[in-house]
């Protein structure tokens, strides 16, 4: 049962007041905010001063857990964060020299994410809530991983195009505020890093296949092989992956799926060939869009966050394609070891939401879509 339904309304209200009178005490000095993620299969918690000072990051990773699967297991992934939880919270306290007195609030990523994980996340950083007498903040974990790009710049000229490509999500936003960010297109099938997964299987690398995609494209050509560009019509922002990905496996099985996968009989240069040709395919429609919604939206600023902004060569493409433009676009990158998930984009952005005082209350769910 959920402690918090049979909660005091008027409890809930002090909560609130009480959020409304540590913004007020805030005013001149730093702000230390707790974050907390969970909404995958890393359990994250950070503390971090004034929306950009990393006090501390404690990241707990699943990967040993799904690496088996080839995917992420929902139950498998809700028991590691209940076992985490406590531990990784802890440390991050610790780590950042800081006692409960020192945090001024609590936020955690409530969405998108898979529910059975987000609720350990929701559950820990309400009850600290409660037992602490902080204020609780909702957190978008899209638009934290937005705010990784921001985490090393101080004041950059909005509004920017954001793109967000991460696992479980592929989308462009017009970006005028880290509070603001306006949905311009998102994938209608597979996720970039969904599809970087799915070919790495196909092609009998490891768990995650993001970074031995990256890996074994260095080795290849990423000419030689050329599989379709979905740009879903002139003028869409939209993104689809799923068929590069099947393209990919009908060049390892044959057109009618009846042959064997040759990937066991290839050598390495040809398995190298085919993930450069596959990681270039993405690329290529990433760095077209992002153009497309630059054109569209006249932003002098390019944001790029999520797990697949680790990629040295999208990284690269998005830069060519800010340095082509006169003046040059300005492009901010989340720094590598905050694409993938963590607490600290969930603690960053939070800071803004605790200026604007967008308080959460105990009543706060987690919720798959976002
Ligand atoms: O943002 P993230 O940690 O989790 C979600 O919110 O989904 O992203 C994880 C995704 C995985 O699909 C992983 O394969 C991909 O990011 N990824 C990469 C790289 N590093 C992680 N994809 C391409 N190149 C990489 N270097
Ligand atoms: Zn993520």
Known sequence: M???????????????????????????KSVNILGIETSCDETAAAVVADGRIVKSSVVASQTKLHEKYGGVVPEIASRAHIEKIYPVIAEAIQQADVGKDDIDAIAVANQPGLTVALIVGVTAAKTLSFVWDKPLIAINHLHAHLQSALLEQNSPELPAVALLVSGGHTSLYNYHSP???????????????????????????????????????????????KFPLSMLGKDSLDFSFSGVKTAVLYYCRGQDMKGENKVDSMSQSEIADIAASFQSAVINVLVKKTK????????????????????NQLRTALQQLCDSYKPAKKLLIAPKQYCTDN????ASLAYYKFKAGLFADLTL??????
């Not at 402690?3 to 005091?8: G, I, K, T």
């Not at 607490?343 to 969930?346: D, P, R, S, T, Y």
């Open 179 to 225: 509070l603001q960010p306006i949905l311009l297109g998102s994938t209608i099938d597979d996720a970039a890093g969904e599809a970087f997964d799915k070919v790495a299987t196909i092609l009998k690398l490891p768990y995650p296949g993001g970074p031995a995609i990256e890996r074994t494209a260095k080795k290849g050509n990423p000419d030689a092989i």
């Open 292 to 311: 497309r919604a630059i054109e569209r939206t006249g932003a002098e600023t390019v944001l790029l966050g999520g797990g697949v902004a680790a990629n």
């Open 343 to 346: 607490a600290v984009m969930v």
């Open 365 to 370: 769910e987690p919720k798959a879509s976002g």
């Open 2 to 28: 959920d402690v918090f339904a049979s909660l005091n309304p008027s409890r809930l209200t002090g909560l609130v007041c009480l959020a409304n009178i540590r913004l007020m005490q805030s005013k001149g």
